[in-house]
C-alpha cells in the first residue's frame, strides 16, 4: 500500500526539471477554467460538430420551400421539329413556313431561350420525418457540446488538485530533507564524540539521498501537472504553474442529491439520438406513400442572345408514387428499425452504467472520507512519535535507525495525507459530475 501511495504521488512521466530555472507563474482555478472554455481544443471540435449537426437540419428547409433555377439556352439546329419549334416559341412563324418543302429542310435557325423554374414541393411525409430526424441530431450533439463542458471543467478540477498535491508533495520533501540534513549534522558531530558508530553516520545519509531524490521527482510532478493544464488550456509555452491557493479539504454539499438524472445533458443526448433513429425509420416507411409537388416555368425566346420578344409560361403539379423498387425500400426500412431498437438498448445500458458509475463513486468517497479521518489521527501520532525520539537522539538516548524510521514514517504520513485530501475532493467533484444536470 506505501509503495502504491509512492507511485501515485509521483507517478508522472518526465525527467526531473529545475524549477528555480524556470519562469514559474501564479495561477487561479478560475482563470484556468476561463482559458479552457475559450482555448480547449476539445471545445472547439464540438463547435463544429454542432455547426455540422446544424448545417444537415438547415438542408431540410427544402421540404417545404421552392428550388428556383434560372437558365439561358442557346441552339442552333436544322433539325425539321426543332427548327419548327423554336420558330413557334419565338412567335415567328408565318405562312410560308408550313411549306412541306421547309418543312422537311429548314434553314438553319438560332434559338435563345431564357428560362425560370420554381419546384415546390407539397405532400412529402417522408422528408417531414428526415427533417424531424435532423432536428433531433442537431439537439442532441447541442447537448454533447454541453457534456464536453461539464467534461472540461471536472477534467480542470483534477489537473488544478493534482498541481496542489504536486506542490505539497515539494513543501513536505523540503522539510524532510532540512531534518535529514540536521540529524546528518547531529550525527557526524556525535561520531565524532566517538557516541555513534561510522554506520550510523551512513545511514544518516542514505536517508538524505533518499530525500533528495524524492523531492527531485516532486519537483519533476510540478512540471507534468502544470504541462497538463497547459494542453487543456491549448497553451504551447508550457511554463511552470504555481496554485493561487494550497489544497485543502472542500467541504462537503449536503444539499446536493447524488442520483442520475435523465436530465444529464449526455443522458438527454442519448435520448435526442434514438429519437432521431425513430424519426428515420418513420421516414422511410412514409417513402411507401406517393408525393405531391407543384411546378412552373417562364420562359423566353428570342434569335438573339439575351433579349426574349416572346414568353410564354407552365405551371401544374405532379402526384408521385415509386411502386416498386427491387426491395430495396423494405430492406432499408428494416435496417432503420433495427438502428432504432439498438438505440433503445444502448441508452438503455448506458442508463444503467452510469449507476453503475454513481455507485461506484459513492463508495469511494465514502472510502476516502474514512481514510481522511484515519490519516489525520496517524499524521498526528507520527509527529508526536518524531518529536520524542528526535529529543532522545539529542541526548544520546535513542537509537540513529529508530530516529530514521520516525523521521520516515512522518514524513510518509504526510505524504499520504494530502494523497487522502486529493482523492477525497476528487470524489466529490466526480460525483457532482456524474449527477449534474
Known amino acids: 500500500m506505501k509503495n502504491k501511495l509512492l507511485i501515485f504521488t509521483f507517478g508522472f512521466l518526465g525527467l526531473a526539471p529545475v524549477l528555480q530555472a524556470q519562469e514559474v ?26 455547426i455540422e449537426a446544424r448545417a444537415d437540419y438547415r438542408q431540410t428547409n427544402a421540404v417545404f420551400l421552392p428550388n428556383i433555377t434560372a437558365s ?29 418543302a421547309l418543312l ?4 438553319q435557325i438560332e434559338n435563345f431561350a431564357t428560362k ?57 520533501l523540503e522539510k524532510a530533507l532540512e531534518a535529514a540534513y540536521a540529524n546528518k549534522k ?18 544518516v545519509e542514505v536517508r538524505v539521498t533518499e530525500v533528495q531524490n524524492q523531492l527531485q521527482t516532486a519537483k519533476s510532478n510540478v512540471q507534468n501537472a502544470s504541462n497538463y493544464l497547459s494542453f487543456l488550456m491549448n497553451d504551447e509555452a508550457y511554463v511552470i504553474y504555481k496554485p493561487s491557493d494550497s489544497l485543502t479539504i472542500v467541504a462537503l454539499n449536503k444539499q446536493l442529491d447524488y442520483d442520475i438524472s435523465e436530465n444529464r445533458s449526455d443522458i438527454k443526448a442519448m435520448q435526442l439520438a434514438s429519437n432521431a433513429y425513430e424519426a428515420i425509420n418513420k421516414a422511410d416507411k412514409m417513402a411507401f406513400l406517393p408525393r405531391l409537388n407543384a411546378f412552373g416555368s417562364y420562359e423566353l425566346y428570342d434569335d438573339q442572345i439575351f433579349q426574349g420578344s416572346a414568353n410564354g409560361y407552365l405551371f401544374g403539379a405532379q402526384l408521385s408514387w415509386d411502386v416498386f423498387q427491387g426491395s430495396k425500400r423494405f ?46 489521527l496517524a499524521l498526528e501520532h507520527s509527529k508526536e512519535s518524531l518529536r520524542i525520539r528526535t529529543n532522545r537522539f539529542k541526548e544520546g538516548l535513542e537509537k540513529t535507525s ?36
Open 186 to 203: 547531529l550525527a557526524e558531530n556525535s561520531y565524532k564524540q566517538g557516541y555513534l558508530q561510522r554506520a550510523d553516520v551512513l545511514n
Open 25 to 50: 507563474i501564479p495561477i487561479a482555478k478560475s482563470e484556468v477554467l476561463s482559458k479552457v472554455s475559450q482555448d480547449n481544443t476539445a471545445l472547439k471540435i464540438s463547435e463544429q460538430e454542432f
Open 104 to 107: 422537311n429542310d429548314p434553314s
Open 402 to 437: 529508530d530516529l530514521l524510521i520516525a523521521e520516515t514514517q512522518f514524513a510518509q504520513k504526510q505524504l499520504e495525507y494530502f494523497q487522502t485530501i486529493f482523492e477525497y475532493n476528487y470524489a466529490q467533484a466526480y460525483l457532482q459530475f456524474l449527477t449534474k444536470e
Open 72 to 100: 439561358h439556352t442557346a441552339i442552333a439546329t436544322t433539325n425539321p421539329l426543332m427548327a419548327f419549334g423554336s420558330k413557334l416559341n419565338q412567335e415567328i412563324l408565318t405562312q410560308n413556313d408550313f411549306n412541306p
Open 331 to 376: 430492406g432499408k426500412t428494416q435496417k432503420s428499425s433495427a438502428e432504432f431498437q439498438k438505440s433503445k438498448l444502448e441508452y438503455e445500458q448506458y442508463v444503467s452504467q452510469s449507476n453503475l458509475e454513481l455507485n461506484k463513486a459513492k463508495r469511494m468517497f465514502a472510502d476516502a472520507e474514512n481514510r481522511l479521518n484515519l490519516t489525520t
Open 116 to 172: 425560370f423554374e420554381i419546384q415546390q414541393p407539397l405532400i412529402n411525409l417522408d422528408g417531414v420525418y428526415q427533417r424531424k430526424a435532423a432536428k433531433s441530431k442537431m439537439e442532441a450533439t447541442a447537448l454533447k457540446q454541453q457534456r464536453t463542458k461539464d467534461y472540461l471543467a471536472f477534467e480542470v478540477e483534477k489537473a488544478y488538485m493534482q498541481l496542489q498535491l504536486a506542490y505539497k508533495g515539494i513543501d513536505v
